[in-house]
């Protein structure tokens, strides 16, 4: 069974850093691309980030370029956000999500649970 | 920039009706680059639909979607309690990679 956990939310005070994770269990994480979703209290669903699966090549929605960066580790089956320069407008919950192709269709698959950041004084 | 608009905002239905949830495009899109997502309370999103038509795996075939260019429908025939949700329609860009969710739509007991 495909798992994705995230972890590291909190709270954060703006202008800190935080760094999340997600570990994949149950497929073999290094053979897909992996995404990162967030959803503010009461809104609706932002992509912020994607990698693919060797780890180089990346992308960023306009709202965090520049200030979050996606990482990911196989050996150690883990995505990573490193969030830098938080704003409270990035008070959300963070799921991480395994990214799969059906044909020309890319779709967020499996999802985690998701791990809440709040960034507030 | 494409820009996904959902209406209605909020359907209010009765268990046993159908519901029709619009995704309109601000341009034209490619059927594979439309994807549908539920997502109940407290929940993580699920895949619904992908290619505009394709149902995910699992997924009940009273749930269908058409559409192409710039308008896509979602159509659930008869609702379940456990349909009551909001859905998400999603555009996948790959030049540059981009993935564009719509504001969602509120289907909620009558």
């Known amino acids: 069974e495909v798992q994705l956990v995230e972890s590291g939310g909190g709270l954060v005070q703006p202008g800190g850093s935080l760094r999340l994770s997600c570990v994949g269990s149950?497929?073999?994480?290094?053979?897909?691309?992996m995404t990162w979703v967030r959803q503010a209290p009461g809104k609706g669903l932002e992509w912020i980030s994607h990698?693919?699966?060797?780890?180089?090549?990346?992308d960023y929605g306009d709202s965090v370029r520049g200030r979050f960066t996606i990482s990911r580790d196989n050996a150690e089956n883990s995505l990573y956000l490193q969030m830098n320069s938080l704003r409270a407008e990035d008070t959300a919950v963070y799921y991480c999500?395994?990214?799969?192709?059906?044909?020309?269709?890319?779709?967020?698959?499996?999802w985690g649970q998701g791990t809440l950041v709040t960034v507030s004084s | 920039e494409i820009v996904l608009t959902q209406s209605p905002g909020t359907l209010s239905l009765s268990p046993g009706e159908r519901a029709t949830l619009s995704c309109r495009a601000s341009?034209?899109?490619?059927?594979?680059?439309l994807v549908w997502y539920k997502q109940k309370p407290g929940q993580a999103p699920r895949l619904l639909i992908y290619g505009a038509s394709r149902r995910a795996a699992g997924i009940p075939d009273r749930f269908s979607g058409s559409g192409s260019g710039t308008d896509f429908t979602l159509t659930i025939s008869r609702l379940e309690p456990e349909d009551f949700a909001v859905y998400y329609c999603?555009?996948?860009?790959?030049?540059?990679?981009?993935?564009?969710f719509g504001p969602g739509t509120t289907v909620d007991i009558k």
């Open positions: 990698i693919e699966s060797g780890g180089y090549n990346k």
């Open positions: 999500a395994r990214l799969i192709r059906y044909g020309d269709s890319v779709v967020f698959e499996s």
């Open positions: 341009q034209s899109v490619s059927i594979s680059s």
């Open positions: 149950g497929f073999i994480f290094s053979g897909y691309s």
């Open positions: 999603q555009y996948y860009g790959n030049s540059p990679r981009v993935f564009t």
